[in-house]
């Protein structure tokens, strides 16, 4: 029997053709952590790490709303920016790259990030997050530094491998996400240089940047999922309405950018309002009803529901005095953005980890939590009471996510199931 204290050793073929006994190298720290299965894949740290940032971004803003959490005003960025740049960028953003570069691989047939190179772009993550609470100038540009080599890298990979694969059909992420690392950076540097105002209508941007990204995303995943999930689902295509929409929120976007700059004849609102009414004809295609058996499905749909009717109250803002933007903002954030990340993040981690597509039922309540929190935030207002909005919401989101990071912390450090 072989001592403890003997190399460790494998077979392998030598030249001449006979078997040799080679003594294996004792792996590195650095080499023992990057082998864990949580470097597998990027949505696995990523998924984990954005979800609990959310959770504790929304505590601390809720807190500080009631009076509870002052120091958050003496931080780096101004309050109101920091609470946008981490539920916007620093949760929502890190998903959704996260699940590219996840699928980028199903997509492609090649390797995507993993291992020592995923642990290092995790730790700049995680480095960004704590300098932006600092006050000194340097340290803050060196966040941004930071953020950007994040997304370089990011989308540096994605790149490479859809275009390597000539993956063509990809190609659309690749100035998407290059035109949101832009709005990124772009925000952190007008806040750090004074000009928060600048900040808020670039984050808007990104916003409805993300509305155009779920349009294309959703629109591909959503019908093949419910196709495929739901029961007796006729799930009809919609290829004018696939050509169409992205074209039309694109302009509402350009028109929004350039209207703080230039006073234009015209606002966004009218595309806005057929983004949405396009949103609402495609989803009318999808079957809705036949997935209200399947969590997992209505989930989805009702995210993009969500979608359809806030661009549509985004628009509608511009002439109802009683309807501020920001709120009809949130149910975008809250009810497509947050419940489509919810739902989408509950399936990749059982999907590709091997496990079945049954969640537990708290995430069900989960779901729910997320829509009721969105409908609170946008309606409550209107009846006087954003306080108790802003209080809804965020305990909603709490639990919400909350219940994500108890039942898929396990899943997410475990190895795939064969």
Same mark, same amino acid.
């Given at each position: 029997?072989?001592?403890?204290?003997?190399?460790?050793?494998?077979?392998?073929?030598?030249?001449? &053709?006979?078997?040799?006994?080679?003594?294996?190298?004792?792996?590195?720290?650095?080499?023992?952590?990057?082998?864990?299965?949580?470097?597998?894949?990027?949505?696995?740290?990523?998924? $984990?790490?954005?979800?609990?940032?959310?959770?504790?971004?929304?505590?601390?803003?809720?807190?500080?709303?009631? &009076?509870?959490?002052?120091?958050?005003?003496?931080?780096?960025?101004?309050?109101?920016?920091?609470?946008?740049?981490?539920?916007?960028? &620093?949760?929502?953003?890190?998903?959704?790259?996260?699940?590219?570069?996840?699928?980028?691989?199903?997509?492609?047939?090649?390797?995507?990030?993993?291992?020592?190179? $995923?642990?290092?772009?995790?730790?700049?993550?995680?480095?960004?997050?704590?300098?932006?609470?600092?006050?000194?100038?340097?340290?803050?540009?060196?966040?941004?530094?930071?953020?950007?080599?994040?997304?370089?890298?990011?989308?540096?990979?994605?790149?490479? =491998?859809?275009?390597?694969?000539?993956?063509?059909?990809?190609?659309?992420?690749?100035?998407?996400?290059?035109? =949101?690392?832009?709005?990124?950076?772009?925000?952190?540097?007008?806040?750090?240089?004074?000009?928060?105002?600048?900040?808020?209508?670039?984050?808007?941007?990104?916003? $409805?940047?993300?509305?155009?990204?779920?349009?294309?995303?959703?629109?591909?995943?959503?019908?093949?999922?419910?196709?495929?999930?739901?029961?007796?689902?006729?799930?009809?295509?919609?290829?004018?309405?696939?050509?169409?929409?992205?074209?039309?929120?694109?302009?509402?976007?350009?028109?929004?950018?350039?209207?703080?700059?230039?006073?234009?004849?015209?606002?966004?609102?009218?595309?806005?309002?057929?983004?949405?009414?396009?949103?609402?004809?495609?989803?009318?295609?999808?079957?809705?009803?036949?997935?209200?058996?399947?969590?997992?499905?209505?989930?989805?749909?009702?995210?993009?529901?969500?979608?359809?009717?806030?661009?549509?109250?985004?628009?509608?803002?511009?002439?109802?005095?009683?309807?501020?933007?920001?709120?009809?903002?949130?149910?975008?954030?809250?009810?497509?953005?947050?419940? =489509?990340?919810?739902? =989408?993040?509950?399936?990749?981690?059982?999907?590709?980890?091997?496990?079945?597509?049954?969640?537990?039922?708290?995430?069900?309540?989960?779901?729910?939590?997320?829509?009721?929190?969105?409908?609170?935030?946008?309606?409550?207002?209107?009846?006087?009471?954003?306080?108790?909005?802003?209080?809804?919401?965020?305990?909603?989101?709490?639990?919400?996510?909350?219940?994500?990071?108890?039942?898929?912390?396990?899943?997410?450090?475990?190895?795939?199931?064969?």
């Amino acid at each position: 029997m072989q001592s403890i204290t003997e190399p460790k050793t494998k077979q392998v073929l030598s030249a001449s &053709g006979e078997v040799e006994q080679v003594a294996l190298q004792p792996k590195n720290l650095f080499s023992q952590l990057s082998d864990m299965p949580l470097w597998d894949l990027a949505f696995r740290p990523w998924f $984990l790490a954005a979800a609990l940032s959310s959770v504790v971004s929304i505590t601390l803003w809720i807190l500080f709303l009631h &009076g509870q959490f002052l120091g958050l005003a003496t931080a780096g960025l101004s309050p109101v920016i920091w609470h946008i740049h981490e539920m916007l960028f &620093g949760f929502a953003a890190t998903i959704a790259v996260g699940f590219l570069l996840t699928a980028a691989q199903t997509w492609t047939n090649r390797r995507s990030i993993n291992g020592f190179a $995923l642990m290092l772009l995790t730790v700049i993550w995680l480095l960004v997050r704590g300098l932006l609470w600092s006050s000194n100038p340097k340290l803050q540009l060196t966040a941004v530094a930071l953020q950007a080599s994040w997304w370089l890298i990011s989308i540096g990979y994605i790149a490479s =491998m859809v275009i390597k694969a000539k993956s063509s059909r990809n190609y659309q992420f690749i100035p998407l996400l290059t035109a =949101m690392m832009s709005f990124n950076i772009g925000f952190l540097l007008a806040d750090i240089y004074g000009y928060s105002e600048l900040a808020l209508h670039l984050s808007r941007c990104a916003i $409805l940047l993300f509305c155009l990204l779920v349009g294309i995303v959703g629109g591909r995943v959503i019908p093949f999922f419910t196709g495929r999930g739901a029961e007796n689902a006729k799930v009809k295509p919609t290829p004018k309405l696939d050509k169409c929409l992205p074209w039309v929120s694109l302009l509402g976007l350009a028109v929004f950018f350039i209207n703080d700059f230039i006073e234009l004849p015209f606002t966004a609102a009218p595309l806005l309002i057929l983004a949405g009414v396009l949103h609402l004809l495609r989803i009318l295609n999808w079957n809705s009803t036949a997935t209200l058996k399947v969590p997992l499905l209505w989930s989805l749909h009702g995210s993009y529901f969500a979608l359809a009717i806030g661009l549509i109250a985004l628009g509608a803002s511009y002439h109802i005095d009683v309807l501020r933007f920001a709120d009809a903002l949130h149910l975008i954030t809250i009810g497509t953005i947050g419940a =489509m990340i919810l739902a =989408m993040i509950a399936r990749v981690s059982l999907g590709h980890t091997g496990r079945a597509l049954k969640p537990h039922f708290s995430i069900n309540i989960a779901f729910m939590l997320i829509l009721i929190g969105a409908l609170a935030r946008v309606a409550l207002p209107l009846l006087q009471q954003p306080i108790l909005a802003w209080d809804i919401s965020a305990l909603c989101w709490i639990v919400a996510f909350g219940l994500f990071i108890w039942h898929y912390t396990t899943i997410l450090f475990s190895a795939r199931q064969s």
